[in-house]
């Protein structure tokens, strides 16, 4: 078992729709999802899951964004 890393913050934002449809990401939610896992999994980053914000799809707004930092 591995150490949490206690006073590590994260904020992960993935955009992947858009207002324009050809303009959408469909792939950044995959990538995104990758990157909270890499941050959270307890043999890797071991960041406590409590300490990392993740805002994906439409969750990731201005606001959301601004309040969240």
Do not use: W
Request: glycine share 6%; proline share 6%.
């Amino acid at each position: 078992m591995s150490n949490i890393f206690e006073h590590g913050y994260a904020l992960v934002i993935g955009v992947d729709g858009n207002q324009i449809p050809r303009l959408a990401l469909p792939a950044v939610a995959k990538d995104v999802q990758a990157v909270y896992d890499v941050l959270v999994h307890p043999e890797r980053c071991a960041y406590n899951p409590d300490n990392v914000k993740f805002l994906h799809g439409e969750e990731s707004t201005r606001q959301n964004i601004m309040e969240a930092l």
